[in-house]
DNA sequence: GCCAACGTTGGC
DNA sequence: GCCAACGTTGGC
């Protein structure tokens, strides 16, 4: 099972919004980025990522599951764009913000620290355990 | 609100 | 196929 991140601007779909669906799923759309596409691509049903709130409060804050693999975004007639499905696990009991991750010398290798742009990226087996530590969760 | 970093577009 | 111009993302 591979792991990602995901990256959400709260305004637009948040984790509440994303809890408030559950135990159903939502379509990851709107994605319109190549190498972001790309990842989705590879995830298969099962695969676990963080979710992260950017902009305003900079923190994963929950995980999520996907339930549905690549398939045409429905927002978009273009058929350049898939998006996933994916449908919330659990939250954090304390989000693990970009400035902990920043500070963690664990985690200088992560592509969040890195790639500031990309919003949908792989993440690390250890990576994942460090932050589910970090954030109040036993590696899950 | 600014700006750096990055992606995309289109002219040549 | 290069590169300049432009657009967007997201941290600060």
Known sequence: MTRWLMKSEPD?????DQMAKAPDSEEWDGIRNY????NMRKMRIGD?????HSQTEKAIVGIVEVTAESHPDSTTD??????????????FPKPVTLAECKATEQLNDMVLVNN?????????????????????????
């Open 48 to 52: 676990r990522a963080f979710f992260y």
């Open 78 to 91: 273009d058929d350049r764009w898939d998006c996933v499905d994916v449908r919330a696990v659990k939250a």
């Open 116 to 140: 500031s742009r990309l919003s949908v990226q792989p993440v690390r087996d250890y990576e994942w355990e460090i932050i589910c530590r970090m954030g109040g969760l036993k590696g899950d």
């Open 35 to 38: 190498q972001a596409r790309n």
């Open 12 to 16: 637009v779909w948040s984790w509440d």
